[in-house]
């Protein structure tokens, strides 16, 4: 079983960037698609980003489209999330998890990180 670590959250302005790591425990990590997705208070998770196994295929939501950026490296089994143009909307928890295939959809993916805090102030 893949065992997941997400780290590099924290405060940040509005505009300002913050890049997320989510490090794998499983040297199988390039068979799986991988997937941040985010929880703010009050509020279901929603899908941020996916990427392939070889990391040649990438989805995002419309949300976040031209502001992040998933990537991986293989040989470090971690995948990555480069945030920009932070704004307030985009605090929430954030999550990596894998999965076969990439997919938006939350409920197919299992195992899942424990999850980083990621604060934009206006």
């Known amino acids: 079983q893949v065992q997941l670590v997400e780290s590099g959250g924290g405060l940040v302005q509005a505009g300002g960037s913050l890049r997320l790591s989510c490090a794998a425990s499983s040297r199988t990590f390039s068979r799986y698609a991988m997937g941040w997705f985010r929880q703010a208070p009050g509020k279901e998770r929603e899908f941020v980003a996916t990427?392939?196994?070889?990391?040649?295929?990438?989805y995002y939501a419309d949300s976040v489209k031209g502001r992040f950026t998933i990537s991986r490296d293989n040989a470090k089994s971690t995948v990555y999330l480069q945030m920009n143009s932070l704004k307030p909307e985009d605090t929430a928890v954030y999550y990596c998890?894998?999965?076969?295939?990439?997919?938006?959809?939350?409920?197919?993916?299992?195992?899942w990180g424990q999850g980083t805090q990621v604060t934009v102030s206006s």
């Open positions: 990427i392939s196994s070889g990391g040649d295929s990438t």
């Open positions: 998890a894998a999965n076969l295939v990439p997919s938006s959809n939350h409920r197919v993916y299992d195992p």
